[in-house]
């Protein structure tokens, strides 16, 4: 019966890697046709420099280029907010790539409760596999848009530089694009783009604000779409809006200092019953058994493991504080 079910679980975790290797091979036949297409085709000017590839916000974000998989997959919101967070993240995979990975790695974590005839554990250890990339997505984008923050005080000065030097609003943008690094180049540079093949710069600008969730940002554009609406000094506006924001940092930094202690009690108070229970299993390993072994142990010892993380969701939320 062992050798049944080890067979099994091979025969579908290669079942599995084979459905990866195809998605992934569909894709590069896709993207090879593209750029053979492409490449057919003479490089026009453009009015403005960007590092950006105008051909991009042209075609629509693929969702998958596997027929099979574009029949689950459908096109409903699910599908449209998933490829937002994939885009937001800065992750050149499709919807079908992203959901297969998910399933791959959902299926890793159900192989230790068969190996061990633990089928109870099948779906816990599932959903925290499934959700693993969607946190890695997640991550991806805090870490994109904190760094987008803060470069933007610095974008916005810039900008308002080259406008007191006489160039053009749209100029002034491409300047950004052209001296930054990381995702302040990528998204001034795509509104760029996006003007280049014939979009409004008032689009351009509040799809800007679409992609990156920064309130900092959406204050800046704010200002530029009344600023074309009313007029006024430009620059001048740039400049304190700079200012604003440079000082919403300092404080946001000040709470963050203010906040310290309480978020490190959450951390150690988190952690503190997994500790002990480590250290109480390597002093007297028959200490644990009991909760491992009976259903009123195994229920015990889950209702505390719910109770430690809604503790360390409260406690977190409650040195959070919106500046």
Sequence with gaps: MESLTIVITALVGFAVASLVLAVTADRQRDRAAVLARISQYPRTSVSLVSDYNPASVLRERPKTGNPFLRLFIGSGNYAQAVSEELLTANLDWDLGEYLTIRAVIAFVFILPSLVVRMPILALPLAVVGFQL?????????????????????????????????????????????????????????????????????????????????????????TAMLVQRQTGGNLSEILDQ???????????????????????????????????????????????????????????????????????????????????
Excluded: W
């Design 133 to 221: 990339p969607r946190m890695y997505v997640h991550r991806r984008q805090n870490n994109r848009l904190s760094e987008f923050d803060d470069r933007l005080v610095d974008a916005l000065t810039l900008m308002a530089n080259a406008l007191k030097s006489g160039s053009s609003f749209l100029q002034a943008i491409s300047t950004v694009s052209q001296e930054f690094e990381g995702p302040i180049r990528d998204e001034f540079g795509r509104v760029v783009a996006e003007i280049n093949v014939g979009t409004s710069v008032d689009s351009a600008l509040e799809n800007l604000v679409k992609r990156v969730h920064s309130y900092d940002l959406f204050l800046a554009v």
């Design 241 to 323: 809006i700079a200012n604003t924001i440079r000082e919403r940092m300092r404080l946001l930094r000040q709470v963050r200092v203010l906040t310290a202690q309480e978020r490190m009690s959450a951390m150690v108070i988190g952690a503190l019953p997994i500790c002990l229970l480590i250290v109480f299993t390597l002093i007297n390993p028959q200490y644990p058994r009991p909760f491992f072994e009976t259903y009123t142990g195994r229920l015990v010892l889950g209702a505390a493991f719910g109770f430690e993380i809604i503790g360390f969701v409260v406690l977190n939320r409650m040195a959070k504080l919106d500046v």
